[in-house]
């Protein structure tokens, strides 16, 4: 499933002395698979523009094209659009309703009119999903669960919906290290395995550097730059120009580099940094050693 | 969806009205009903259009925004005119057909009723619109405070009043969040007969609740941990001000209600 994002432009308040333009005519294409992240700073329309892709805001001018259908196009049926585009909002955790945790992951199917069975197997593949055992939590109430557990309860309530892509927006803001890591593992095998397409917005630079297979960063309602993580965290002062940072990893890199050691530019990942520095640590002590003095 | 909603009537300029004291201006406002109620005949009412064009003109607010204010009313104001023209009794007969009999006295008497209740409405209009909501429950628990001799809670009041202000933009947005939340899971609050609408409404309702006791549980400890303990002892950074201005509005609605009284004397049954 493609999207395809024309001239995208929304403003909010149209018409007031307060309308702000949060989106300002933004071209982009999602393909099928990628792992797209969305950077950007504060208020430069990551949230906008997600909410854009599954059609729950209108375009004050622009096209969405899903698979070369415009998603505001008036035969549309909308809300079954939706249900193969996952949208997961911010703290997802505040939409929490139901009972049960099994009913609360059940709202989505149910909605999309499947059968009893049907909806009980997808709600078992969503649990397992989210890394939450099916006995031990279904019957729980999900108001009674922790921060980290419930955002996972949230986020199965979409996935149970079993869509082609899924956007999440800022789905690791205030969750303990551990927490985020769990979220992350999730998409990475969600991505890998299922072969589900996923866009992601976040904040941080070091989700994005474990995950993205391409990043569109955003300034202003606009996009600014797009590519392969590699080539934008290469980028320091681009990327600082947007208001952003790059990975830890990518950091510690250009600082050595700065101080005179043998190091590649694009280096963004702590495993290939690693071993980078190894490298160099090997190479060094077997050239000392040669010399026959001792470290 | 929900961002057309604008609280309260506010209108933010700077002008003598809007830098008046709010305890004055309620005072004043008071004072204004007062006034309307005391008028028996047109002059009267042409004192008090005056005065309301004149604190208009002075408060920098557009008089179509006053007039708006009268929109809700609008069916009540009808109801007051046509219950006055056909259920007064008179002398005068002007039209009668069928069961329906309109005197001289029902006209006049369904013209000023409805005007007085326009009077009534634009006046108090006025306040809240060169008022801020805060400020105006800054003035009410000011003037109230004289009853806590009695135990009446005017601190506490008016907290809850500015709180409860300061909360409905804020649920707002999160109604809106929820809803959309929902309706991306496929939720459907539009169609359907009342009961499937009502029920439609548990997954927005339920999260709501949920956060706005969160919300409430969230300022109470934020409040405490700054050592807030009720309004015993406590100290204003916005400290109520009376200046020569409130004096001299004080004054010219004091000669407005003189003026009107005196209407009241002279001119009764005139126009009537």
Known sequence: MSIEVRHLTHCYAEGSAMRTVALDDVNLTIGDGEFIGIIGHTGSGKSTLVQHLNGLLKPSSGQILIDGEDLNGEHVNRRALRQRIGLVFQYPEYQLFEETVAKDIAFGPKNQGLSKEEIDSRVRYAMECVHLDYDKYSERSPFELSGGQMRRVAIAGVLAMKPSVLILDEPTAGLDPRGRDRILTMLEELHGRENVTVVMVSHSMDDMARLATRLIVMAEGKVVATGTPREMFAQEELMASAGLGVPDAARLCRALREKGFDLPADLYRPEELKEHLLRLWKAKTASVGKEGSPC | ?272
């Open chain 2, 1 to 272: 969806m929900l961002n057309n909603i604008t609280m309260g009537q506010y209108y933010p300029v700077d002008s003598p009205v809007h830098r008046l004291d709010p305890r004055m201006k309620l005072v004043l406002a008071i004072a204004f009903i007062v006034a309307v109620f005391l008028a028996h005949s047109f002059v009267g009412y042409i004192v008090l259009l005056a005065f309301l064009i004149f604190a208009c003109r002075l408060s920098h607010v557009p008089f179509k925004l006053l007039l708006k204010g009268l929109r809700p009313l609008r069916m009540i104001v009808l109801l007051t005119f046509l219950l006055n023209l056909f259920f007064t009794p008179g002398e005068d007969l002007w039209v009668s057909f069928w069961i329906v009999r309109i005197y001289r006295e029902g006209v006049l008497q369904a013209v000023f009723y409805s005007l007085r209740l326009v009077f009534l409405v634009a006046g108090t209009s006025l306040l809240t619109l060169t008022t801020s909501p805060i400020s105006l429950a800054d003035g009410i628990e000011n003037l109230l405070s004289p009853l806590k001799v009695i135990h009446f809670p005017a601190h506490e009041l008016a907290m809850m009043m500015t709180i409860a202000l300061r909360f409905i933009p804020t649920l707002l947005e999160e109604t809106d969040k929820i809803m959309k939340a929902q309706m991306a899971r496929g939720a459907d609050f539009e169609s359907g007969n009342l009961l499937v609408r009502a029920r439609a409404m548990v997954p927005l309702l339920v999260p709501l609740f949920v956060s706005a006791f969160r919300r409430a549980g969230d300022l109470a400890m934020a409040m405490e941990s700054r050592c807030y303990h009720g309004g015993e002892g406590r100290t204003r950074l916005r400290v109520l001000k009376t200046t020569r201005n409130d004096w001299i509005a004080l004054l010219i609605v004091a000669a407005l209600l003189g003026l009107i009284i005196l209407e009241g004397i002279f001119l009764k049954g005139v126009l009537f």
